[in-house]
């Protein structure tokens, strides 16, 4: 009932924002968040489609870009197969229309490929040509979505300094702890702002999850001066991994699973805490992209 309530306070919300930004005649821009980590397989891949689906009840429109060129991840988990990535867009051989895969819930799907990667070979005419082309998407999402691949890497480090909006996502064993903490401070020593949240998966408990986030945000405050935003935790949950066997969300195939209620509960966070400032845009989110590879 608790949660029911909180849902409509923030549908409420976020419709009164829709409204005002129509009155006020600006097209409201699109929120771009990156969902990275610092170890690898702690959950992002399906944190991310189960998270996207959970806004699309908030009548977000959502785009999820899958952004890790490694295996299993969004196409084979929601059980799709791309054949179009935004390589063929940057070749000029499709336009970002004909790649995008629409998901349950009207959720959609873009696949990177190695669009992105080749962003470094292009000239600057070619780059600009390029994000003009994925400059329709601005219209097309409240919120972009971008899973990446775990680490340090240029690649990762590239979508985690464009964005808008962070979510690291971490476990309570200590070395995921380290490494989201070699991640976090790797990112701020090459960025001052943008907001950082943390998500805590596969916990037994609340009380683990506050434990790990203030084990984070401590270190975090005292020696990189960032504060790190608890978004919450999901459950470790069988449903988990028996909806990736089956390549169905666990959001659709176990609604009434832990996992499901948490990553609920994370939405509604997400959209309760609003725009912390007006976001950038897709336009300027991929120019910082062509930036940051060139
Ligand atoms: N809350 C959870 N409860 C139980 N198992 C989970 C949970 N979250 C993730 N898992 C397990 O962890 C596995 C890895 O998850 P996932 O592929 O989403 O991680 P990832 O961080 O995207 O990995 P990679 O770094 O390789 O991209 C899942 O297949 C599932 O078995
Ligand atoms: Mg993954």
Known sequence: MRDQAEKLRVLARTLK?????EIKGTQ???RIIAVTSGKGGVGKTNFTINFALAL???????????ADLGLANIDVILGINPTYNLYHVLKGEKNIQDIIITGPQGLQIIAGG?????MANLRRWQVEQFISKLEGLEGMADI???DTAAGLSRNVMSFVLAADEVIVITTPEPTAITDAYGLVKAMTSKKKHGVVHLVVNRVEDAEEADLTASKLSIVAEKFLKLNIGHLGFILDDPAVSKSVKSQEPFLLKFPKSPATECIQRLAAQLMEQGYNSEPSGVKAFFGKIAKLFG
Not at 17 to 21: K, P
Not at 114 to 118: A, K, M, N, T
């Open 114 to 118: 190695s669009g992105i990667q080749e």
């Open 56 to 66: 699309t009840s908030f009548g977000q429109r959502v785009i999820i870009l899958d």
């Open 144 to 146: 972009l979505i971008i």
């Open 28 to 30: 409201k821009k699109t």
């Open 17 to 21: 924002h829709q409204v005002e930004c």
